[in-house]
T-cell receptor
Framework: KAGVTQTPRYLIKTRGQQVTLSCSPISGHRSVSWYQQTPGQGLQFLFEYFSETQRNKGNFPGRFSGRQFSNSRSEMNVSTLELGDSALYLC??????????????FGPGTRLLVL | QQPVQSPQAVILREGEDAVINCSSSKALYSVHWYRQKHGEAPVFLMILLKGGEQKGHEKISASFNEKKQQSSLYLTASQLSYSGTYFCGTEDGGSNYKLTFGKGTLLTVNP
């Protein structure tokens, strides 16, 4: 099986711009979670989607949003970028049969640099 | 609330053992352990579920003390390939479909 793929892998934006990141889960996986990883804060949960529905959301401002499509692919969007949004954005997929007590498989991440 | 990992960093010689701890202030349903090498995605190591079930790699062991909301990851006879940052992720009763990760433990194994 192909793993989780994320595009683009690297991105440079300037403050005030918006960005859209994409995640394709492992075939058959219906749950996609997004995380922000920074050296100071570690891995922080952004949101989780299952069957096009957001089931949980982390403590991030409304500038961070996401969605999931019927084929389980997911996108996240960050509007009005700030310098502090520079981070590695990881998505992880899991089968989504029940609670999160399942292995999550991480993608390689998108590294976003905001100038 | 973020689980607390200890130690923050540890340096070993090949063949030595290490224990990494993860502690939460909340009642936990499960604890997940991941290892991340520099520039790579986190890789699954182990899940420990409330009630005692475990799923993970054969060469890695872990424990989950449900009463104390603590988990420990045991790395024995360490190899150079064990180097990386180890994260625990916790799932508590009030956070459906969400893992909260600790800040990580940097493990360095030297020859």
């Amino acid at each position: 099986k192909a793993g989780v793929t994320q595009t683009p892998r690297y991105l440079i934006k300037t403050r005030g711009q918006q960005v859209t990141l994409s995640c394709s889960p492992i075939s058959g996986h219906r749950s996609v979670s997004w995380y922000q990883q920074t050296p100071g804060q570690g891995l922080q949960f952004l949101f989780e989607y299952f069957s096009e529905t957001q089931r949980n959301k982390g403590n991030f401002p409304g500038r961070f949003s996401g969605r999931q499509f019927s084929n389980s692919r997911s996108e996240m969007n960050v509007s009005t970028l700030e310098l502090g949004d520079s981070a590695l954005y990881l998505c992880a997929s899991s089968p989504g049969r029940g609670r999160i007590r399942e292995t999550q498989y991480f993608g390689p991440g998108t590294r976003l640099l905001v100038l | 609330q973020q689980p607390v990992q200890s130690p923050q960093a540890v340096i070993l010689r090949e063949g030595e053992d290490a224990v990494i701890n993860c502690s939460s202030s909340k009642a936990l349903y499960s604890v997940h352990w991941y290892r991340q090498k520099h520039g790579e995605a986190p890789v699954f190591l182990m899940i420990l579920l409330k009630g005692g079930e475990q799923k993970g790699h054969e060469k890695i062991s872990a424990s989950f003390n449900e009463k104390k909301q603590q988990s420990s990851l045991y790395l024995t006879a360490s190899q150079l390939s064990y180097s990386g940052t180890y994260f625990c992720g916790t799932e508590d009763g009030g956070s459906n479909y969400k893992l909260t990760f600790g800040k990580g433990t940097l493990l360095t194994v030297n020859p």
